[in-house]
């Protein structure tokens, strides 16, 4: 089942797809935010380095399957299979958008 995503998080998932650490924090307005693992990492640099860091650990893959949104919060379900400990999991993407921009993140199981 194929799902429609806002434009910046389209932009985010087919950054990731292709490991591109530097389209991944181009997604995030200037001052955004990840909340991942238990650490945040704010600011184009910070998301850069997270995300440069997460595809050098793991080969993976996230296929999104729904999307909701809800008090100003968009929830997308996105299966993840790869080389990570606990893989294939369903992992909850709950952004945060500003304009065109994903303003905050935070990835949960």
């Known amino acids: ?5 806002p ?4 932009a985010y998932f087919a950054a990731d797809r ?11 307005t ?3 935010s990840v909340k ?8 184009h640099d910070a998301i850069r380095a997270w995300m ?3 595809s050098q650990q ?7 399957f729904s999307i909701t ?17 606990g893989s294939p999991i369903d992992l909850r993407y709950i952004f945060v958008l500003a304009d065109d921009k994903i303003a905050e993140l935070e990835i949960t199981v």
């Open 69 to 85: 949104t809800q008090n100003g919060k968009t929830q997308v379900n996105g299966h993840a299979v790869g080389d990570f400990p």
């Open 58 to 64: 793991y080969t993976y893959a996230v296929t999104p």
């Open 52 to 54: 440069a860091d997460e």
């Open 7 to 10: 434009k910046s998080i389209e």
């Open 30 to 32: 200037e001052s955004g």
């Open 36 to 43: 991942d693992k238990g650490k945040t990492h704010t600011g």
């Open 1 to 5: 089942m194929a799902i429609t995503l």
């Open 18 to 28: 292709d490991g591109n650490p530097e389209a991944v924090a181009a997604a995030f």
